[in-house]
């Protein structure tokens, strides 16, 4: 077998490995999240994209359209105003000049690009007759000063001939004549072609995004759920071979008994010292000298037992009792030592029975006795009440030849004493207060 498997698992290396995992696996699931808003922002992006190429095959066609409305005023009334607002669209907001950039973005805009670039094609054929109609009106008003690209306009024979009011007429004729309407709806269809191209990049990019979308957070969900599961698989070891471990240890302890050596490999290196320990205290326990330090006639612990006893008990886990038979001096006297001792091997044989064996029964007088009851956590008056009725009912018993007799005990919590001195006296007076109420009765400090 692997030596590390045989010693057990280490908790600081579990303890490692989860850091690392949860580092590695917590970066995942946050890179994981950048990407997720990564791909939200270019959906947005691409929303914006859309809007932004739709305004400007729309500005191309709302520019022509300027065009067209300021050069019909200028032929229908002559307004050089008007004259000067067509030309500085045409040559100083260049709006149709701007959209054709804007719509230049990369390769994936050509095809709509192409379609606005014919827009402006046609546009521009389109500007060419709308020169000749302003050279006209200029002939027929007489302006000598307009700018100089309608300079180089040259007017044919036929209309040059033609009178001020029929040049007006011919400027208008060929401003609203179907030729230059149909010439108009090339640009519109033109520009609607550019815009459904638009749309359909538009919607298949988003399609990409949103199945992009879809994906990542189908990979952030999984991934959450992993982290989750990770998480709790990484509790429900370290609870198996470290908690747990711990809390049964604590019982054994508090029971007085070896630990059990598993788990983590740290417990489990801990258990054995504690079990080291262990076994040294209680081979030291068991090779006292039994004569010095329990009574030879009862083989309770006498009264250097009782002393050595002290300085190993836990008052805060131990119940103290103080107890003597009885009307024991008339028992001497009526039936002799020899019966009074029986009556007390009896007696030491009963509590033995009763109490558990890790108590420890002391002689610490002729008659009378302590009880300690160790590692008793807790209240545990109903339990002392039922052991010392059982024992005056064993006492009260007769067919063993022995005259019946009775105890007057003193209960006092260690919980509740200063000092093992303090937690004697207190018992001393429980007791005393037990005899003062008839005898055959038990008192517990309060």
């Known amino acids: 077998m692997i030596k590390g498997l045989k010693d057990g698992i280490s908790l600081r290396a579990i303890h490692i490995w989860l850091i690392i995992i949860m580092i590695i696996w917590s970066g995942t699931v946050l890179i994981a999240s950048f990407r997720l808003t990564g791909t939200f922002m270019r959906l947005v992006h691409a929303e914006d994209e859309h809007t932004e190429l739709q305004k400007a095959a729309h500005e191309l066609m709302d520019a022509s ?22 030309f500085e669209e045409a040559f100083e907001s260049n709006r149709r000049e701007d959209a054709i950039a804007r719509m230049d973005v990369d390769q994936k805009t050509a095809a709509a690009l192409k379609q606005l670039k014919e827009a402006m094609a046609h546009s521009m054929k389109l ?21 100089d690209i309608l300079k180089n306009v040259k007017l044919n024979p036929k209309d040059a001939a ?34 459904e191209e638009v749309d359909y990049l538009m919607l298949r990019t988003k399609n990409e995004e949103l199945a992009v979308l879809h994906r990542e957070l189908i990979f952030v969900r999984v991934a959450i759920v992993i982290q989750v599961i990770s998480i709790l698989a990484m509790v429900r070891l370290t609870s198996a071979i470290g908690i747990r471990p711990v809390l049964k240890a604590v019982d054994r302890i508090k029971e007085d008994r070896p630990i059990l050596e598993a788990g983590a490999k740290e417990f489990k290196y801990l258990a054995q010292a504690y079990n080291k320990m262990y076994s040294k205290h209680r081979t030291s326990l068991e090779y006292l000298n039994f004569k010095a330090s329990h009574d030879e006639l009862t083989g309770a612990y006498n009264r250097a037992g009782y002393e ?71 209240m545990q008056r109903e339990k002392i009440e039922s052991k010392i009725m059982q024992i005056n009912e064993e006492l009260a018993k007769e067919d ?47």
């Open 162 to 195: 033609l009178t001020a009011k029929d040049k007006i007429r011919r400027a208008t004729e060929l401003v609203l004549n179907d030729e230059y309407y149909n010439r108009k709806d090339s640009i519109r269809k033109d520009m609607e072609e550019s815009i």
């Open 65 to 86: 359209d300027y065009l067209t409305e300021r050069v019909q005023r200028f032929t229908i009334n002559g307004d050089r105003r008007f004259l000067e607002q067509y």
């Open 400 to 446: 063993d030849g022995l005259p019946s007799v009775s105890i007057s005990t003193g209960i006092v919590n260690g919980k509740d004493a200063t000092d093992m001195e303090n937690l004697f006296e207190k018992t001393d007076a429980a007791m005393y207060e037990s005899k003062k109420k008839g005898k055959n009765t038990f008192t517990f400090y309060d």
């Open 308 to 378: 050595i006893l002290l300085s190993d008990i836990d008052m805060e886990s131990t119940y103290m009792m103080l107890l003597d038979v009885d009307n024991f001096k008339s028992i001497n006297d009526n039936y002799g030592h020899e019966m009074g001792d029986k009556i007390l091997v009896k007696l030491v044989q009963v509590l033995k029975r009763v109490f558990r064996d890790d108590d420890c029964v002391c002689r610490i007088g002729g008659d009378e006795f302590v009880i300690f009851m160790v590692h008793s956590t807790g």
């Open 127 to 147: 500007m060419d007759q709308e020169y000749y109609a302003m050279r006209l009106v200029i002939a027929a008003k007489g302006y000598s000063d307009y700018p």
